[in-house]
């Protein structure tokens, strides 16, 4: 059982590109969410799932875009790339909106 | 706006010894705590959770206490090892929605053979 499989997880940007952090599943998990670790900072929310089709901004969206048209993925896009936009990148989903949140193992991402 | 405040930033013991961190909440909506284990290189994974109906649970040698009056609660570590050596999230949910957690800034404790 692969869980949460998160692609790349090292990435270079120059600012103003564009690219997608893969995010899949393999539990037939219901919802899913992005978040974003810096130093010092935590976790902080991103953007949320509640199933395909659904989703939802969290604490700092400003700058992702995100969709759900399968159960199994949620890709995150950043739009044009900053280097504020530096940092690990984590999905995570869980069965219930009530139950236990499992991770992958993040997306470094590198903005210069 | 800070919603879970969680110290210390570092901790550092010896083998055998109890480590203990600490988290505050300010919205009295959140329901549910879990603590978060993250070893260098990977992801997040739940370590113990308590919601508000409990003041004390315990899974092996991890200890979460609540006191919901002070809105306050930690985690101890009893019999520390080194293999505990990681980064500890406290974390904060409400209404059901344990997706969408808000976590405290994280704890790196490194134990000492």
């Known amino acids: 059982n692969a869980g949460v499989t998160q692609t790349p997880k090292f990435q270079v940007l120059k600012t103003g590109q564009s690219m997608t952090l893969q995010c899949a599943q393999d539990m037939n998990h219901e919802y899913m969410s992005w978040y974003r670790q810096d130093p010092g900072m935590g976790l902080r929310l991103i953007h949320y799932?509640?199933?395909?089709?659904?989703?939802d901004q969290g604490e700092v969206p400003n700058g992702y875009n995100v969709s759900r048209s399968t159960t199994e993925d949620f890709p995150l896009r950043l739009l044009s790339a900053a280097p504020s936009q530096t940092s690990v990148y984590f999905c995570a989903s869980s069965y219930t909106s009530s139950g236990e949140l499992f991770f992958g193992e993040g997306s470094r991402l590198t903005v210069l | 706006q800070q919603q879970v405040k969680q110290s210390p930033q570092s901790l550092i013991v010896q083998k055998g010894g109890i480590p203990i961190i600490n988290c505050a909440y300010e919205?009295?909506?959140?329901?549910?705590f879990p603590w978060y284990q993250q070893f260098p290189g990977k992801g997040p994974a739940l370590l113990i959770a308590?919601?508000?109906?409990?003041s004390e649970k315990k899974e092996g040698r991890f200890t979460i206490s609540f006191n919901k009056s002070a809105k306050q609660f930690s985690l101890h570590i009893m019999d520390s090892q080194p293999g505990d050596s990681a980064t500890y999230f406290c974390a904060a949910g409400s209404g059901g929605s344990n997706y969408k957690l808000t976590f405290g800034k994280g704890t790196l404790l490194t134990v000492n053979p």
């Open positions: 308590i919601r508000p109906d409990v």
């Open positions: 799932s509640v199933g395909a089709g659904i989703t």
């Open positions: 919205n009295t909506a959140f329901d549910y």
